[in-house]
């Protein structure tokens, strides 16, 4: 019982790692962004080309993935996202749908179609018992490592210079613009920094979500579930998003494993008649 | 003295309703090609059914502006109908045609009250929420849809008692060109009555309709009530031409696929949906035989190139539009520019 909250737990921080970067754009920008996934798979295909091809160390393929990510979603924001932020959504459900079905086949012709597998360095796999509840390394590895970064994702928008900056900019960018932000050097560190953490989300997630090159569609659903969910205030809403979905969707393939995908979509669809703007929302802005 | 403005307004829209040359020419065609490549017929009903689909959606998407990302949930569902409907009532396709529109139809209404609340993104999630629940369920209903393997040996009656299935697909070519053709007149009618007038005054601005005195959720929970018919009777129309039905109906893809082909033809002015089916599915067969695994990257491509250049600019109606305001004689008629999208 107490296991499955934690793996739920561990898979919930995953989520919001992975999809905390959409938050921002989709979230925040308002930006329909449904290739959000294939930065996280960028992510993934590095680790596993680092490790297995290199024999490079799992410690080291993480902020190299993280590093590849933030400039593929650098080099996309400045060439063609940045064209698309006041097109309508139809143009950018398009745009994006056509950049995951780019990257999937793109993937499959360079690594093809199968399974990707990763064996983590020793110290961070097996289990460990405390107070009776069986703990995996790896799970708690992630926990760790998840909520250090949403803590300082928390403070960097909330407490300082830059994430300031940034709220004034998706709040009304014409007036943060007349205050002399530069709007557009913004967006482009914003958007790589969340590319970067979907990429580490990405390269965290190979052991435990599997890697192939349908990962930016099969995990689509989950990213956009914890941004709508959680809604646009702030980063608190995703992250409590992602927990709930975490625990509920491993509690649902543990204890009703035949029901297990109708549950999700099912919370999904009542959330959102119930509360269409998501759990919290945000005041003020546009 | 001018005219009343009831009048001025009816002779507004029957000007917009009247027949073109080259709609009637086209339908000429399609009807000749039953004709002329007697070895195509079962690319050609795949073109008309996709066709069919993409209107269902146009629908929706260009007359009303609701974004649906699971529009094949209703596609699916007439699939599925006419698939069990052939194989455990009656194998009369035209009957099996009305159930599964009537189906996709009841789901249509159910599930458009969920497009009224929240915005675009909300009403992505929930159309791409509910086609998914409803692939999950086919998937998992076994003992009714077969599960992954679908339903097959769907054996169907002559049309009507009298047409019947050939080999080579012609009747059934016809078959899906006369429904698409009788299901286009229709939309003809819906879009050009005042009814399909108010839906554009509440894409542009539904608050603005509001006030006008439109009521925009009863027109939304009706036109979406009609696409999903629509929807239903392309997917029930598959099934019957290719005696087959496999989950694949319900999947993302197709819902994907669909918006594309509507893009490609251009959004709001029916045809959209013919043309893209014809541009879409020939570019397929093309691609899918110079490169058979990773056509899809092309077609990402494509939509990307799409976007990028502007769907504005590649819009058919906008093109002719521009050629006849070229024209001599019509000089004082200018073209309309085509900003419907933007809010």
């Known amino acids: ?286 | 003295m001018s005219a009343p403005h009831s009048q001025i307004a009816a002779a507004f829209l029957r000007r917009k309703a009247a027949w073109t040359p080259l709609e009637a020419g086209l339908w000429c065609l399609a009807l000749a090609a039953a004709f002329l490549f007697p070895s195509q017929q079962l690319l050609l009903s795949e073109i008309a059914i996709l066709a069919l689909f993409a209107l269902s959606l146009d629908l929706i998407v260009g007359y009303a502006g609701i974004l649906s990302l699971g529009h094949a949930a209703f596609f699916g569902v007439g699939a599925y109908t006419a698939g069990l409907f052939s194989l455990h009532v009656s194998a009369e396709p035209l009957t099996g045609l009305a159930v599964s529109a009537v189906v996709a139809g009841l789901l249509g209404l159910a599930t458009s009250f969920l497009v009224l609340r929240g915005s675009d993104l909300t009403r992505l999630m929930t159309t791409f929420g509910v086609s998914m629940l409803l692939a999950e369920g086919a998937n998992q209903a076994a003992w009714l849809t077969g599960g992954a393997d679908g339903l097959s040996g769907i054996l169907l009656e002559p049309i009507a008692g009298t047409f019947e299935f050939d080999l080579w697909g012609r009747t059934g070519y016809l078959y899906c060109l006369a429904v698409l053709f009788i299901l286009l007149l229709v939309a003809r009618r819906i879009v050009h009555s005042p009814f399909g007038l108010s839906l554009k005054a509440i894409k542009r601005n539904s608050r603005r309709a509001a006030m006008l005195g439109i009521a925009p959720n009863r027109r939304i929970v009706i036109i979406y009530t009609i696409s999903a018919l629509y929807a239903g009777m392309a997917g029930a129309l598959l099934t019957q031409t290719t005696s087959f039905v496999s989950p694949d109906v319900l999947a993302f893809h197709r819902s994907a696929d669909v918006l594309l082909v509507l893009v490609l033809g251009g959004v709001g002015y029916l045809y959209g949906g013919i043309v893209g089916a014809v541009i879409f599915t020939l570019l397929r067969a093309w691609l899918s035989v110079v490169t058979p695994q990773y056509w899809m990257f092309w077609i990402g491509l494509i939509l990307v190139a799409l976007v990028v250049i502007g769907r504005d600019r590649l819009h058919p109606a906008r093109a002719i539009a521009l050629v006849r305001s070229r024209l001599p004689g019509r000089a004082g008629e200018k073209a309309v520019p085509l900003s419907e999208d933007s809010r």
């Open chain 1, 1 to 286: 019982m107490l296991t499955i909250l934690f793996d739920g737990i561990a898979y919930g921080m995953l989520l919001f790692v992975l999809a905390c970067g959409l938050a921002v754009t989709l979230g925040l920008m308002n930006f329909v962004n449904l290739a959000h996934g294939a930065f996280a798979m960028a992510g993934g295909y590095v680790t596993v080309v680092m490790m297995n091809r290199y024999g490079l160390s799992f410690y080291w393929s993480l902020p190299a993935a993280f590093l590849a990510a933030a400039l593929l979603g650098a080099a996309l924001e400045v060439t063609l996202y940045r064209r698309l932020y006041a097109a309508p959504h139809l143009d950018q459900v398009l745009f994006s749908i056509g950049l995951v079905f780019m990257a999937v086949a793109g993937i499959d012709y360079f690594m093809g179609g199968q399974q990707q597998l990763i064996s983590l360095p020793p110290e961070l796999s097996g289990r460990f018992s405390l107070f009776g509840v069986g703990i995996g390394r790896y799970r708690l590895f992630i926990i760790i490592l998840c909520a250090l970064l949403t803590l300082a994702l928390q403070l960097t928008l909330t407490r300082t210079r830059i994430g300031s900056q940034l709220r004034a900019a998706v709040d009304d960018g014409r007036v943060a613009r007349g205050l002399g932000i530069n709007v557009s050097r913004i967006f482009v560190l914003t958007f790589a920094l969340g590319s970067g953490l979907a990429g580490l989300g990405g390269a965290l997630g190979v052991e435990l979500l599997g890697l192939d090159p349908n990962f930016p569609l099969k995990y689509l659903i989950y990213f956009m579930i914890v941004v709508t969910i959680g809604g646009t205030s702030s980063i608190t809403g995703p992250f409590l998003a992602a927990l709930l979905l975490g625990v509920a969707d491993v509690a649902g393939k543990y204890y009703l494993p035949s029901l297990g995908a109708f549950i999700i979509y099912a919370v999904m669809i009542a959330f959102l008649i119930l509360r269409p703007h998501g759990l919290f929302t945000r005041e003020g802005g546009k």
